[in-house]
């Protein structure tokens, strides 16, 4: 089978696909069409990843014509946000080529812009339903998400849920002991992004929060934002390299996925991010801020608590049994990882193409 991967800027999430779909179905050929950076420009790795490269340009039509005549596709994969490159898939190979659309985020649930430095569209609800209702199988990061999708739009195609697993290729061989104390306080780690925009990833009230409370809390960002090296007792690292940053993050008790939900609360009601999988990946127990997706992994499968607020943070951390947490993650982490799951994404392939 031969699958395109079309997306305006690569992510994460297809290579992460692409990592655990070489490895578990070494015949499947691989191409990429992508507007912006390569994987490799963007994240240090990942081209050797693909079989071929387009570079779609400024001629998004002409490219992508191009691009499917010389790889001949069995199917085309296209990743949001924007939704943009599905609905112009479709139009231009619908009927002809099986289309999956991978929502990792839904633009119509947001009232601030994808930040994946490209316009925002000026039809965005129209591309949104066109992706959605047209395409051959989609596939979101959760149920939750799901439920949204079919709240809004006509939704006919095969559906699957595939959260953002972690990789396990990159995950620690071994964990700390389950029981061990890092010290008095319970140490508190945030990695990835970080805005001064208002949106989900403005940090800086949550942030300063916990760190009034007397908490430690250390930040790996993605990348640098200098407002957050004015948080008094915040711990503000370089970013790393991936293979550091999992090498790094096993030393601490919680990884913190709590977000602001001013702006965007029905969007952070559907996520199901990175971060909370390599947190629980790297045998940390996670905490969030009641956001439904996130607070239905945590409490449901004991992996971590959902908090209801930010008060007496401390005692609330007290009150948890971080070591019975420690054991559920630690037995439960290598299957929550995409080389696990990978096969029902084949298995959807199979069934479309």
Same mark, same amino acid.
């Not at 990978?342 to 193409?353: K, Q, S, T």
């Given at each position: 089978m031969r699958v395109l991967f079309v997306q305006q800027q690569p992510c994460m999430r297809a290579r992460k696909y692409a990592v655990a779909l070489r490895g578990a179905y070494p015949s499947l050929t691989l191409g990429f069409a992508y507007q912006g950076k390569t994987l490799s420009e963007w994240y240090g790795a990942g081209d050797e990843l693909f079989d071929r490269w387009w570079d779609l340009g400024s001629d998004s039509a002409g490219g992508l014509t191009a691009a499917v005549e010389e790889f001949r596709p069995d199917l085309i994969h296209s990743h949001n946000l924007p939704d943009s490159l599905t609905a112009l898939a479709l139009e231009l190979f619908g009927g %002809?080529? &099986?289309? *999956?659309?991978? *929502?990792?985020?839904?633009?119509?649930?947001?009232? !601030?812009?994808?930040?994946? @430095?490209?316009?925002?569209p000026a039809d965005v609800v129209e591309l949104e339903c066109a992706a959605i209702e047209q395409c051959s199988a989609l596939v979101t990061v959760s149920e939750e998400l799901l439920d949204e999708i079919r709240a809004r739009h006509r939704l006919t195609a095969p559906t699957l849920t595939f959260p953002n697993y972690a990789l396990r290729r990159d995950l620690p061989r071994e964990l700390p002991p389950g029981d061990r104390r890092n010290g008095a306080l319970p140490r508190l780690v945030y990695q990835g992004t970080l805005s001064t925009n208002g949106g989900h990833y403005d940090l800086r009230e949550i942030f300063s929060a916990i760190v009034g409370?007397?908490?430690?809390?250390? *930040?790996?960002?993605? %990348?640098? *934002?200098?407002?957050?090296?004015?948080?008094? @007792?915040?711990?503000?690292?370089?970013?790393?390299?991936?293979?550091?940053?999992?090498?790094?993050?096993?030393?601490?008790?919680?990884?913190?996925?709590?977000?602001?939900?001013?702006?965007?609360? &029905?969007?952070?009601?559907?996520?199901?991010?990175?971060?909370?999988?390599?947190?629980? @990946?790297?045998?940390?127990?996670?905490? !969030?801020?009641?956001? %439904?997706?996130?607070? %239905?992994?945590?409490?449901?499968?004991?992996?971590?608590?959902?908090?209801? !607020?930010?008060?007496?943070?401390? @005692?609330?951390?007290a009150a948890l049994d971080v070591p019975q947490l420690r054991r559920r993650i630690g037995a439960a982490r290598l299957d929550l990882t995409v080389e696990a799951n990978?096969?029902?994404?084949?298995?959807?392939?199979?069934?479309?193409?």
């Open positions: %002809r080529i &099986p289309i *999956v659309h991978d *929502v990792h985020d839904l633009q119509s649930l947001r009232q !601030t812009p994808y930040e994946n @430095g490209f316009p925002q409370e007397g908490l430690p809390l250390d *930040v790996y960002p993605s %990348r640098a *934002v200098p407002a957050y090296a004015e948080i008094a @007792g915040l711990q503000l690292h370089p970013t790393l390299p991936p293979g550091q940053l999992l090498a790094a993050l096993p030393d601490y008790d919680f990884g913190w996925a709590g977000f602001n939900a001013e702006l965007n609360r &029905p969007h952070l009601d559907t996520c199901l991010p990175n971060k909370a999988y390599e947190y629980i @990946g790297c045998g940390l127990p996670v905490l !969030t801020l009641g956001h %439904r997706a996130l607070s %239905r992994l945590l409490d449901g499968d004991g992996l971590g608590h959902s908090l209801a !607020t930010l008060d007496e943070l401390g @005692g609330q951390l990978i096969h029902r994404l084949c298995e959807l392939y199979e069934a479309v193409a």
